[in-house]
């Protein structure tokens, strides 16, 4: 079967820095994205890795390295508003996204 | 770019009626579109794949005679939620991807709808 697995929550300092991690099984690899969502709003794209290595934007880098089948949301300086739930969803062979069950994150001051 | 354009916000009705829920690529055009459902603290959840000039694709338990898809133009999905019910209260979400098979899904800002 295709599983994605992230932690369930994670808390952090406010100005420190965290990474959420990602692993997956799927029937073929197109592609991995990580969004992320506030409560009650829907979820908002952050980042695409297709390639191995990391990707960086601004405050946010994604890592990935797809013989481990590993994905890492890193996130940098954090702010309050960076509370959130990340979601880290795979694109399989058939261009389908498998979505992991997100992880909570929760910044403290 | 990419914006996905989702209508009503919030809808409240009484068990028995039909509602319908739009989904618009407002700079974009999308052969395929997305409808998602998220109860509290639960992850998404897939429960079809609207494909612009034929029938929807619904993934497993999901009844496709209770959840009317509509994919009448590139630009237009259409979820209707026939005869609700309060177990289908919930976050109802779509999003569309535009250009090739790898561009990152952009959603609509969801409807929640709540079925007294």
């Known amino acids: 079967g295709q599983n994605i697995d992230q932690p369930t929550e994670m808390t952090a300092t406010e100005g420190a820095i965290v990474q959420i991690n990602c692993t997956y099984q799927?029937?073929?690899?197109?592609?991995l994205f990580w969004y992320q969502q506030h409560a009650g709003e829907a979820p908002t794209f952050l980042s695409y890795?297709?390639l191995d290595g990391l990707e960086e934007k601004g405050r946010f880098s994604s890592f990935l390295s797809r013989s481990k089948g590993y994905s890492y949301l890193l996130l940098k300086e954090l702010q309050m508003k960076d509370s959130a739930s990340y979601l880290c969803?795979?694109?399989?062979?058939?261009?389908?996204?498998?979505w992991g069950a997100g992880t909570k994150l929760i910044i403290k001051p | 770019g990419a914006v996905v354009s989702q209508h009503p916000s919030w809808v409240i009705c009484k068990s028995g009626t039909s509602v319908k829920i739009e989904c618009r690529s407002l700079?974009?055009?999308?052969?395929?579109m997305f409808w998602y459902r998220q109860f509290p603290k639960q992850s998404l959840m897939l429960m079809a794949t609207?494909?612009?000039?034929?029938?929807?694709?619904?993934e497993q338990g999901v009844e496709k005679d209770k959840f009317l898809i509509n994919h009448a133009s590139l630009t237009l999905s259409t979820l209707t939620v026939t005869s609700a019910h309060p177990e289908d209260s919930s976050f109802y979400i779509c999003?569309?991807?535009?250009?090739?098979?790898?561009?990152?899904?952009?959603f609509g800002d969801g409807t929640r709808l709540s079925i007294l």
């Open positions: 999003s569309a991807s535009p250009g090739g098979e790898s561009q990152p899904q952009h």
């Open positions: 700079d974009f055009q999308a052969t395929t």
């Open positions: 609207s494909n612009e000039g034929s029938k929807a694709t619904y």
């Open positions: 799927t029937s073929g690899f197109n592609g």
């Open positions: 890795n297709v």
């Open positions: 969803a795979v694109m399989d062979s058939n261009y389908q996204l498998i």
